[in-house]
């Protein structure tokens, strides 16, 4: 269906086409190129030959600064599922705003943001509030180091916990680094429960295992329930905490995250995105022996500073708890959840529908309210059956290929994330779908054409 050789970037008809509709976004960026590294705020927005810079947007859709409508699958990075500007999260953002944005003090809405977060993940004890997922946790990784007094930590290729200097470097390092962190960061390749078994076995160092419980990339390289009841209970047989990086996945899954959906307790969780309704906010949630690092103690008439020192500016901001609140209440009281859930399931049939039509080897896949574009041979049994390795799943699409499909989806109206795939929202609509299985037509339409498919 495609010639033998790809035409190289920079003379894409795609990128040609996309720049011609986003003149606006062009300006903009000559602007940022100008001030910001690669002219953006954030990796993942990264694209050549500019990105899409937005105006505004409502639902499941936004406008970029030219007046294009796009079906929106980034969601804020995996924060929206509700969608933008829900009414419920909008009218308690307004209703708090003339009140106080920040007191320097405790407030009720802390308490009841609290109080839903207790009630929905199993694994939540006592609550710790951040800022965001990755300081989230950092923190749960200082906390299990202090419970313990154990240094290492165990991790898994792939598995996204944010930019700290724990969690952000391949095995062996990585420039900015020092060499103990690397050292005490014992990484294994993907959901290798049986790798742990052996190493948990062997050492008596390991603070605790951190993973994303769905599988790296909220399921990109897929893990499941038997993987992770195996890493239960070979951590909890060798009194090693595990941690749930729960930053994507928490309220995706079912309400009470993955590990309600599974059914596997973790010691520690690192909540964010959804918990705050889109506004900055995360929590550090778990086991309250555990939490207690954070305490202060009393010995005597002497109170003495807690083991783990956590501060924050603005943790549990008045803003952030309004909105959490307000988003928490829609995951519990309504089937948010499972309409985002189904969602899911319409885009990945109708995507593989269009592979199917066009004899086109590649498969989209995804268990929740996720899809995965693979660009290889393979269906979605060989990737749960683990037939396909790890790093062809993620980061095995050439940036070449990535570039041209990102910018054929945005030509047709729709935005996707660069895994490549998306996230979905409890108020996509069947247009929504429709709409993005065309898209995903035009673009491979596009793509074979340049030799890409």
């Avoid at 030959?49 to 007046?67: I, L, M, Q």
């Avoid at 154990?150 to 470097?169: E, L, M, N, T, Y």
């Avoid at 109170?303 to 909105?323: K, M």
Wanted: charged fraction near 20%; proline fraction near 5%.
């Amino acid at each position: 269906m495609a010639s033998t050789h790809a035409v190289p970037l920079m003379k894409s008809e795609i990128l040609r086409a996309y720049a011609s509709k986003t003149p606006g976004s062009r300006v903009l960026h000559e602007r940022a190129a100008a001030l910001l590294s690669n002219g953006v705020t954030h990796i993942g927005r990264f694209l050549l030959p500019h990105p899409v810079y937005v105006e505004r947007a409502a639902g499941s859709r936004k406008w970029d600064t030219d007046g294009n409508e796009y079906v929106d699958y980034f969601g804020g990075h995996g924060a929206l599922l509700l969608g933008h500007n829900h009414p419920a999260v909008v009218e308690a953002v307004s209703a708090q705003m003339p009140k106080g944005v920040h007191f320097g003090a405790s407030h009720e809405l802390e308490v009841e943001w609290a109080e839903l977060i207790h009630e929905l993940v199993p694994s939540a004890e006592r609550i710790r509030f951040t800022i965001s997922g990755t300081e989230a946790t950092h923190l749960g990784l200082r906390v299990a180091r202090a419970f313990s007094g154990k240094r290492k930590i165990v991790r898994f290729s792939g598995h996204f916990h944010g930019w700290h200097d724990h969690v952000c470097f391949p095995v062996g390092g990585a420039p900015g680094i020092i060499p103990g962190i690397v050292e005490d960061t014992l990484i294994l390749p993907p959901d290798d429960a049986e790798g742990v078994e052996g190493l948990l076995a062997s050492r008596d160092d390991i603070a605790a295992v951190i993973l994303e419980p769905t599988g790296a990339t909220f399921g990109q390289i897929p893990m499941g329930g038997e993987a992770l009841r195996r890493l239960r209970d070979a951590t909890a047989r060798h009194g090693v905490l595990l941690m749930f990086d729960e930053v994507i996945c928490g309220f995706r899954c079912s309400t009470g995250g993955a590990q309600g959906f599974y059914g596997v307790k973790p010691d520690l969780t690192s909540l964010a995105k959804i918990v705050a309704g889109g506004y900055p906010g995360a929590a550090l949630v778990g086991r309250a022996d555990v939490m207690r690092m954070l305490d202060y103690r009393q010995a005597g008439d002497d109170i003495q500073p807690p083991p783990v020192l956590h501060q924050g500016t603005f943790n549990a901001g008045p803003i952030s708890a309004a909105a959490g609140i307000a988003t928490l209440r829609q995951v519990r009281d309504t089937d948010a959840v499972e309409r985002a859930k189904r969602t899911g399931a319409a885009i990945r049939d109708g995507m593989n529908a269009v592979l199917r039509r066009r004899g086109l080897g590649w498969c989209v896949y995804g268990e929740f309210s996720d899809f995965h574009i693979y660009c290889g041979d393979a269906t979605a049994e060989d990737i749960y059956a683990g037939r396909v390795p790890w790093n062809k799943l993620k980061g095995g699409i050439s940036p070449r290929l990535l570039h041209k499909m990102r910018t054929g989806f945005l030509l047709h109206g729709v935005d996707i994330i660069g895994w490549p795939g998306g996230v979905v929202s409890a108020v996509h609509t069947e247009e929504d779908v429709r709409r993005t299985v065309d898209a995903f037509d035009a673009t491979l339409e596009m793509l074979a054409a340049e030799g890409e498919c």
